[in-house]
């Protein structure tokens, strides 16, 4: 390694290291604890941390919104102490929040916020996805309906989809976000203030043209998601969603799929680049 690729690297650890609660680690180089030591490094440690904090605040808005700027902030200092960006577009920091706000002990009492962290988060990704026609439904009644169980439908790349267990979050992350309806109507309507069934619920964000979309999604449309993005045929992806929720009206759900840009052009049939035989386990 050259000396400026050793100075940067250096410049790069001393940067991170001040901010651990610990100072510099054990077995720092001489030279790097000089430098780290130096008066005015303060003032770069400042700026890269203001910088994640910043980030983090814009990438999470929902989260941001339910707990006050400074709780959020004083949360994604922590954070930052201990991830630190990857890459150089900020948009893609925090993929990890989720997971620490779940071993958070101050978030112990908001057991539904690292769900809705997963959704800002989810919102980052479709926004960022790839562009694809999606597929629409005279394109689903042109297939020969001989062939539709075996028809490989999948996931348009912009969608993302996720079940919120243990509470309603996707209800909380939807009143928190202001893209999309404009947050002001939605208070004039009373939308915000509507109770809140406590209940499991799933999410559905897709993004088939320049704007982010979301609405609710049950257990059989996150089934039928999960079990596109597998490889399933049509009609696997149906068993799946008629298992997830029995009660399921197929059509409607495929319906909503379609409608929400949630679903690519189809795998024609038979497919041309099938997969490869699933290899059982070793034992």
């Not at 209800?171 to 109770?195: H, Y």
């Amino acid at each position: 390694m050259s000396p400026l690729a050793q100075y940067q690297q250096g410049f790069a650890a001393a940067l991170q290291a001040g901010n651990g609660p610990d100072g510099e680690p054990a077995g720092t180089p001489a030279w790097l604890a000089r430098l780290a030591a130096m008066p005015g490094f303060a003032v770069y440690r400042n700026t890269v941390m203001k910088a994640c904090v910043d980030a983090m605040e814009a990438n999470f808005p929902a989260v941001s919104r339910l707990v006050g700027e400074e709780w959020m902030r004083a949360a994604a200092a922590r954070y930052a102490q201990a991830e630190r960006p990857t890459g150089p577009m900020l948009l893609d920091y925090g993929a990890t929040f989720p997971d620490f706000l779940a071993a958070f002990e101050p978030a112990a009492s908001l057991p539904w916020l690292p769900a809705v962290a997963t959704l800002d988060r989810l919102w980052i990704e479709s926004h960022k996805a790839a562009d694809a026609e999606p597929m629409d439904a005279e394109q689903l009644a042109a297939l020969e309906p001989s062939t539709l169980p075996d028809v490989r439908l999948r996931p348009h790349p912009s969608a993302r989809w996720h079940w919120c267990a243990h509470s309603p979050a996707y209800t909380i992350w939807s009143r928190n976000r202001a893209e999309g309806r404009c947050l002001e109507e939605r208070l004039e309507e009373g939308l915000e203030d509507a109770p809140i069934d406590w209940l499991p619920e799933g999410a559905l964000l897709t993004r088939p043209q320049e704007v982010v979309l979301h609405r609710p999604l049950g257990a059989a449309g996150i089934a039928f998601l999960d079990a596109c993005a597998a490889g399933g045929t049509l009609g696997e992806a149906t068993l799946a969603a008629l298992e997830a929720e029995p009660t399921a009206e197929l059509p409607a759900l495929i319906g909503s799929l379609l409608e929400a840009g949630a679903l690519a052009q189809p795998v024609p049939y038979p497919d041309p680049n099938p997969a490869p035989p699933h290899e059982p386990t070793p034992t």
